[in-house]
């Protein structure tokens, strides 16, 4: 991800909209092949890739003029804290819950 970051101008958005598409499509290519072993590292890596995805996207959505959108910045915020203080922890538990 990060040989292709480097191409776009550092800090714009289309450098976030170029690690948006690599981590979804690294993303959709975990799920398809289940690359590990054990079940349980697959859906760890899962949620590790979504999470990624997830903050990209929130941190993009910052970047825009939300002022006259339903969801304002401060919404998209609250996602993102949401986001990572929700999913952090969620590998942790399913690997010690299974």
Same mark, same amino acid.
């Given at each position: 991800?990060? +040989?292709? /970051?480097?191409? !776009?101008?550092? +800090?714009?958005?289309?450098? &976030?909209?170029? +690690?948006? %598409?690599?981590?979804? &499509?690294?993303? !959709?290519?975990?799920?398809? #092949?289940? =690359? ?7 859906? %760890?890596?899962?949620? +590790? *890739?979504?999470? /990624?995805? $997830?903050?990209?996207? #929130?941190? $993009? ?7 006259? *959108?339903?969801?304002?910045? *401060?919404?998209?915020?609250?996602? /993102? &804290? ?6 952090? =922890?969620? =590998?942790? %538990?399913?690997?010690? /819950?299974?």
């Amino acid at each position: 991800m990060t +040989g292709v /970051l480097m191409k !776009a101008a550092q +800090g714009s958005a289309s450098q &976030i909209f170029f +690690g948006l %598409i690599v981590s979804f &499509i690294y993303f !959709a290519l975990v799920v398809r #092949c289940m =690359p590990y072993r054990r079940f349980r590292t697959d859906v %760890i890596r899962v949620v +590790g *890739e979504l999470q /990624l995805f $997830l903050t990209m996207l #929130c941190v $993009l959505m910052l970047r825009l003029d939300l002022h006259q *959108e339903w969801i304002t910045n *401060e919404r998209v915020s609250v996602i /993102l &804290i949401a986001v990572n203080f929700v999913m952090t =922890p969620v =590998p942790f %538990i399913y690997d010690v /819950l299974s």
